[in-house]
Structure formats: structure tokens, C-alpha cells
Nanobody, 120 residues
Framework: QVQLVESGGGLVQPGGSLRLSCAASVFNIENYVMRWYRQAPGKERELVAGIIGTGGIANYADSVKGRFTISRDNAKKTVYLQMNSLKPEDTAMYYC?????????????WGQGTQVTVSS
């Protein structure tokens, strides 16, 4: 039912910036836990950042704190991940994630992913 469409990935040099977008086909994005995950070849999928609640409380993986910012445009039903000071270690497929709130058993949805490559 819920569709998540990511965009904004690409090839960037170390130290560069990208902004990822995740458009969600939901009625009210504030009712969902929204997250960005990433997965590099041969590695576990890891949580990068999340945002939740009407106040938009955000959290980040230690590896991206100070460099990445997650934000949400409620009117556009879109979550963003602003990535600055990119490093080669940030190279991965980035996935948008949404989970329902206020339910005993949450429904979880994934986007198709967008590739981020940081290389000279």
C-alpha cells in the first residue's frame, strides 16, 4: 500500500555533498517512523538516520553525526538526507524505510534504493 521512492544518489568526489529524497505515498508522514539505511557490498545493512513524531526528533549513526542531516517536509510527504563531507566509506546503496506507529504489530515498507558512490 505504501510506496517509497528514493532519488538523489549519484557519483560524488570525497568532501562533496548529496541530498537524498524519499517521497512517501502516505496520508500523514508524521504517523510513520522514517529512516535511512545503507548497505555496502559484503556488509550488513546499517541504520544511518531516523526521524519520528510530530516534533521530528532525529537520530544518527555515530559514523555520520555532524555530516548528515535527516529532515522531513510534512506537506510534501518527503524525507531528506543531506549528506556533507562525504567519504569513500559512505559508498553504499541507500534505502528509505517507513514503519507505522500506534500499532501492536508495525507494517514496514522499503524503497527501491538509490546508489551513492564517493570516489576520486
Amino acid at each position: 500500500q505504501v510506496q517509497l521512492v528514493e532519488s538523489g544518489g549519484g557519483l560524488v568526489q570525497p568532501g562533496g555533498s548529496l541530498r537524498l529524497s524519499c517521497a512517501a505515498s502516505v496520508f500523514n508522514i508524521e504517523n510513520y517512523v522514517m529512516r535511512w539505511y545503507r548497505q555496502a557490498p559484503g556488509k550488513e545493512r546499517e541504520l544511518v538516520a531516523g526521524i519520528i513524531g510530530t516534533g521530528g526528533i532525529a537520530n544518527y549513526a555515530d559514523s555520520v553525526k555532524g555530516r548528515f542531516t535527516i529532515s522531513r517536509d510534512n506537506a510534501k510527504k518527503t524525507v531528506y538526507l543531506q549528506m556533507n563531507s562525504l567519504k569513500p566509506e559512505d559508498t553504499a546503496m541507500y534505502y528509505c524505510y517507513a514503519a507505522t506507529t500506534g500499532h501492536m504489530y508495525p507494517y514496514i515498507y522499503w524503497g527501491q534504493g538509490t546508489q551513492v558512490t564517493v570516489s576520486s
